[in-house]
Nanobody, 122 residues
């Protein structure tokens, strides 16, 4: 089993920045792909970004490309999502996810965190 705990959410003004963190524990050696998803009430959970074990491959949703950066520190078993130039439409609950392998974009991740709220508002 793998446990994921997100932190770093909060309230920020449009144009501002936040950095989310996701700390993994347990059988972390089994994790290849780590990703971030987000969800707003009444909508499906959507892909935001993902990264492979080495950090050499990163992928992003078109809506966040150029504004968000995903990275990971394997020594700390932690993945980060740096969010810049935030917009009101980025408001959502952000979830960290992990899986042993497979497609970065699909929602079939094996492990999920509890989510952290990000609110972008003036």
């Amino acid at each position: 089993q793998v446990q994921l705990v997100e932190s770093g959410g909060g309230l920020v003004q449009p144009g501002g920045s936040l950095r989310l963190s996701c700390a993994a524990s347990g059988r972390t050696f089994s994790i290849l792909v780590m990703g971030w998803f987000r969800q707003t009430p009444g909508k499906e959970r959507e892909f935001v970004a993902a990264i492979n074990r080495s950090g050499g491959t990163t992928v992003y949703a078109d809506s966040v490309k150029g504004r968000f950066t995903i990275s990971r520190d394997n020594a700390k078993n932690t993945v980060y999502l740096q969010m810049n130039s935030l917009k009101p439409e980025d408001t959502a609950v952000y979830y960290c996810a992990a899986k042993p392998s497979g497609d970065y974009y699909t929602k079939d991740y094996n492990y999920w965190g509890q989510g952290t709220q990000v609110t972008v508002s003036s």
